[in-house]
């Protein structure tokens, strides 16, 4: 299975190193890099192109979320940005889906659900790897 590199917004230190922990361990992801603020994330992201998934959650030691995600709106195809957040209520969802994200989690009854879409992306990744190589795709 491919490694798919991630870029993790949380200002939560426990919550960073917990994430980092058990995505690695369930999803096969790589959090290569972290930030706790708007400002550090986009600049980041805005650098860097070698990431395929940003997880983002919504309030920040300072910025928002809301904010990182509007200044992924430029990435390519591959990259996929998730929010995830404690207030994933109805209006949220639909704001995030409007500046982007291809999907929201709540942190307290949807992290399964976060785990099952790095599944699905490091599954993708590994499908357009083989695709290149010109063997076919993989299953999925």
């Not at 708007?38 to 928002?64: M, N, P, T, V, Y």
């Amino acid at each position: 299975m491919q490694t798919l590199i991630a870029y993790l917004v949380e200002d939560n230190p426990t919550v960073r190193t917990n994430l980092i922990e058990t995505l690695g361990e369930i999803a096969q992801l790589k959090i290569t890099a972290h930030s706790a603020t708007q400002q550090e994330a986009s600049q980041w992201l805005g650098r860097h192109s070698e990431w395929h998934l940003a997880i983002i959650d919504l309030f920040l030691k300072q910025g928002s979320g809301l904010g990182v995600l509007a200044a992924c709106r430029q990435r390519a195809s591959f990259q996929k940005v998730v929010i995830l957040t404690n207030y994933a209520t109805p209006e949220i969802r639909m704001r995030s889906a409007a500046l982007g994200a291809d999907a929201v989690f709540d942190k307290s009854t949807e992290l399964d659900g976060l785990m099952d879409y790095c599944i699905e992306q490091t599954r993708k990744l590994a499908g357009r790897r083989h695709d290149a190589s010109g063997h076919g795709s993989l299953p999925t």
